[in-house]
C-alpha cells in the first residue's frame, strides 16, 4: 500500500463529529459509555421528546444556559443572538460560542466547563450570568417578547 492509500484508509476511520453536535459532551459520552444525541435544528428539536436547547461559551468551558425546547416561542435566530449577547458577559468569543439542540430530559446534567450545567423544568442559567440580573430578560426573550436581551 502507497503512503496515498494509507493516508485515505486512515482518514476513512477518523469519526467527524456533526456540527450540529457538542464535541466536547460527544466525547464525555463515548467515554463512558453514555448516550450523547443531537438534532439539527429547532423546529427537528421541538419534534423530538426531551429535546432542550444547550448555550455553551468557551468551546464548552462554560454552559450558559439550558432550556426545554418547549418553552422555547422565538424562532432560531433570535437564540442565535440571545447565544451571542449571553457570550459578551461570559467568555466574549464569538467564535467558542456555540448553540446545540440535544436530548435530555429534566434533572440531566450537560457537561462541560465551569461546573457544567443541569436541564430543569424552565430556564437554567450559568451562576455568573444569574448574578448579572439577566434571567427575565432571558426568559423574555425565549418566550418571544422580546426581541434581546441588551
Known sequence: MGHDESTEAELAEVDVIPAHESA?????????????????????????????????????????LTCPVGLVQCDESTLWQLLHDLDKHGWNDPEG??????????????AGGTGGGVVTDSVWLHPNLEKLHLRARVEAVISGDRGRIE
Open 24 to 64: 466536547l459532551r460527544r466525547m464525555v459520552a463515548d467515554s463512558h459509555d453514555g448516550r450523547y444525541e443531537a438534532v439539527e435544528s429547532l423546529d427537528a428539536a421541538k419534534a423530538t421528546i426531551d429535546a432542550v436547547i444547550v448555550m455553551e461559551g468557551d468551546y464548552g468551558g462554560s454552559i450558559y
Open 97 to 110: 460560542a456555540s448553540l446545540y439542540f440535544e436530548v435530555a430530559p429534566v434533572g440531566s446534567g450537560i
